[in-house]
């Protein structure tokens, strides 16, 4: 069974920086792009970045650029989300995805709230 | 990039109820189309992906349509357990887009 764990949430000062992890199992990690998924109080889910299988080919969406950096490690089926000059905006759940069909398994998200 | 418009935002409908929730793509994403459905902290669940094809272990009550840019999820019979909201996304380029979701609520 697909199992993902995000974890590395918290409340944050603007301008500070998080990292997140994503724990998978159930599934070969590394035959899949892995994707985060944000999704803010009250609102629909908003994709964050994707990262192929073998670190090659990423994408991030316009409002992370610059600032956030996707990464993996198929040794410890663990990807990352390093958040640096966090902004209020920022605050949301924040979700790992497995790119199967589409996106076919997430996780429980973990919580990141900006604040000062 | 790609604006993914659905339609209504929300809905009030009653059990055996046909539900129609449209999706309207800004520019043509082929098929690369998807349709979630999420309940009130849980994270979304796939229901369909490529337009038409049923994620495993999905009621046959779901079903998709559509092309180019023009979308729809349809639920035949609604159950109590399909109240939730539903959101569309688009997976043809990047950045992913998902439409601003579907409430459908009891009547």
């Known amino acids: 069974e697909v199992h993902l764990a995000e974890s590395g949430g918290g409340l944050v000062h603007p301008g500070r920086s998080l990292r997140l992890s994503c724990a998978a199992s159930?599934?070969?990690?590394?035959?899949?792009?892995m994707h985060w998924v944000r999704q803010a109080p009250g609102r629909g889910p908003e994709w964050v970045s994707d990262i192929s299988w073998d670190s090659q080919t990423i994408h991030y969406a316009d409002s992370v650029k610059g600032r956030f950096t996707i990464s993996r490690d198929n040794a410890k089926n663990t990807v990352y989300l390093q958040m640096n000059s966090l902004r209020h905006e920022d605050t949301a759940l924040y979700y790992c995805a497995k790119e199967g069909k589409i996106l076919d398994h997430w996780g429980l998200g973990t919580l990141v709230s900006v604040s000062s | 990039a790609i604006q993914m418009t659905q339609s209504p935002s929300s809905l009030a409908a009653s059990v055996g109820d046909r539900v129609t929730i449209t999706c309207r793509a800004s520019q043509g994403v082929r098929t690369d189309l998807g349709w979630y459905q999420q309940k009130p902290g849980k994270a979304p669940k796939l229901l369909i992906y490529t337009v038409t094809a049923l994620e495993d272990g999905v009621p046959s009550r779901f079903s998709g349509s559509g092309s180019g840019t023009d979308f729809t999820l349809t639920i035949t019979s609604l159950q109590p357990e399909d109240f939730a909201t539903y959101y569309c996304v688009q997976d043809y380029s990047y950045p992913w887009t998902f439409g601003q979701g579907t409430k459908v609520e009891v009547k």
């Open positions: 159930g599934f070969i990690f590394d035959d899949f792009v």
